[in-house]
């Protein structure tokens, strides 16, 4: 069980280039969520889904796109890469939620990246 | 709005208790969280509290209060691997049916020898 898994690691993009970000989840979660991480701002939300072929938006949704075609992929795109966009970004899965329950969001190991 | 107020940072001793604050002012309310995250790493879960009172587990133990819109983390018997960050995070109205959840900025303890 590897839990939640992102792509790659670590990338370096020049202004205006494009890079897809890739989570994959293994615990057959409904929801999944994309954040990014600055310092001082804490964990924001730019977008998230509900399920399979479902995407809404977040608190900082501009320049980024997403895409969910299978339930446990989570695609997070930037078309054009600007310098404000360096960041650590996160991908989180959880259950759906019932009243009663926790259903935690587990989160991904992290990208770290830096736009020049 | 939406606002989650914590600490920025906190220091504390090797062996010694200290407590984490959070404030929310949210939309509703469907629970709270406190998540672990160190330096490089994903955050992890730590706690949840949706009633009032104290939720204990191990050497650490949260704490609710609805009606202040108030938490904290208390962390017992400090260890050197407890210095990390700790992020507060609220599921709101909206969360009940995308189980979204608020953070907020976290706050870095440093624990000395």
């Known amino acids: 069980n590897a839990g939640v898994t992102q792509t790659p690691k670590f990338r370096v993009l020049k202004t205006g280039q494009s890079m897809t970000l890739l989570c994959a989840q293994d615990?057959?979660?409904?929801?999944m969520y994309w954040y990014r991480q600055d310092p001082g701002m804490g964990l924001r939300l730019i977008h998230y889904s509900v399920g399979e072929g479902t995407t809404a938006k977040g608190e900082v949704p501009d320049g980024y796109n997403v895409s969910r075609l299978k339930k446990q992929n989570f695609l997070l795109g930037l078309e054009s890469a600007a310098p404000s966009q360096t960041s650590v970004y996160f991908c989180?899965?959880?259950?759906?939620?019932?009243?009663?329950?926790?259903?935690?969001?587990?989160f991904g190991p992290g990208t770290r990246l830096l736009v020049l | 709005g939406q606002n989650i107020d914590q600490p920025t940072e906190m220091t504390a001793t090797e062996g010694a208790i200290v407590q984490i604050n959070c404030t929310y002012q949210?939309?509703?309310?469907?629970?709270l969280f406190w998540y672990q995250q160190h330096a490089g790493e994903a955050p992890t879960f730590l706690s949840y509290n949706v009633l009032d009172g104290l939720e204990e587990k191990g050497r650490f133990s949260s704490f609710l209060s609805r009606s202040k819109g108030y938490s904290y983390l208390l962390l017992k018997e400090l260890q050197m691997k407890d210095s990390a960050s700790y992020l507060c995070?609220?599921?709101?109205?909206?969360?009940?049916?995308?189980?979204?959840?608020?953070f907020g900025t976290g706050t870095l303890l440093a624990v000395q020898p």
């Open positions: 989180a899965s959880s259950s759906r939620w019932t009243s009663g329950r926790i259903e935690t969001q587990y």
């Open positions: 995070a609220v599921r709101d109205q909206d969360g009940g049916a995308t189980n979204k959840l608020i």
């Open positions: 949210t939309s509703g309310f469907n629970g």
């Open positions: 615990m057959n979660h409904e929801y």
